[in-house]
């Protein structure tokens, strides 16, 4: 293995950090490769805020459905999916009224922006990720940054058309961490052939069969599989509700 794929192989989602801060010039190369991602069109359509502000993080910890490592990572970097700026340019450059006079409909930013904006935000921040592990630096996603739509976008002066797809926290390995590896379903049920493979109940069932054998060792909602058991923690829970209530306010700025 080069030194890339080591990289990418060592990786665990890290939240128990160091004592070291990550200083400015550390964190300035991770933003720069950050920027160096691929982006659809060259356009950019994210961006990046930097948090380090103690208070704003103790704020997050509690509004992410209550997760407390995050307010002890020393960064957290906040990808937003972003047409702001790309929708302000095309109205001081008067764009609406050139395409009025070109007889076609102005397309206001919409769920096609919105789409390839999170592309962006999130090929961006993986790209963040995989720089900062390389400089000995670990992170975690926080998903949960799309609950409390309302909250955030006052906390962080969101506009109109900023997405906060994903929250990242950052700090560095503690030097004696033990990294445990969690397991990935078999690459057959992942990678397909040249079409898509529609799978058998039968090897469904056989995707699932190991989480099913470590589900029996650990049953917290005393159901009677694995697939009841992750609903209940996950899509039928009460943060699945929020995140969804949150994001239908989000999609309502983009047409
Ligand atoms: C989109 C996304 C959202 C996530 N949200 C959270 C989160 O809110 N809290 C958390 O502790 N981990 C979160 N994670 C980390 C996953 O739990 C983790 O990637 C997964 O369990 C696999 O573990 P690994 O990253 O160590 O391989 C998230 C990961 C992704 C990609």
């Known amino acids: ?79 937003v999916a972003d047409m702001e700026k790309w929708h302000r340019y095309f109205q001081i450059s008067k764009a609406e009224e050139f ?70 926290t950052f700090g560095y390995y503690e030097e004696e961490y033990k990294r445990n590896h969690r397991d990935r379903f078999d690459e057959k049920f992942v990678v397909f052939n040249e079409k898509y493979k529609k799978m058998s109940d039968e090897e469904i069932k056989e995707m699932f069969n190991e989480k099913e054998r470590l589900f029996k060792e650990n049953n917290p909602y005393d159901a009677e599989n694995f697939g009841q058991m992750f609903y209940a923690r996950k899509n039928g829970s009460e943060y699945f509700e929020e995140m969804k209530r949150s994001i239908g306010e989000m999609l309502k700025n983009w047409k």
């Open 99 to 168: 395409e009025e006079k070109r007889n076609g409909e102005y397309s206001s930013p919409s769920t096609a922006d919105l789409m390839l904006s999170i592309s962006d935000a999130l090929i961006a921040a993986q790209t963040a990720v995989i720089a900062a592990e390389s400089l000995g630096i670990g992170s975690c996603y926080i998903g949960d940054i799309l609950e409390n739509y309302e909250t955030h976008k006052e906390l962080l002066d969101l506009p109109k058309y900023a997405f906060p797809i994903s929250l990242l």
């Open 1 to 79: 293995m080069n030194d890339t794929l080591n990289i990418i192989e060592n990786r665990v989602s890290l939240r128990k950090y160091d004592k070291r801060d990550i200083d400015d010039n550390t964190l300035n190369q991770i933003l720069h490769s950050t920027m160096r991602a691929p982006t659809a069109g060259n356009m950019m359509m994210y961006s990046v805020i930097v948090i380090r502000d103690q208070k704003t993080k103790e704020i997050l910890s509690k509004t992410c459905d209550n997760q407390p490592f995050i307010a002890t990572a020393p960064v957290l970097l906040l990808f």
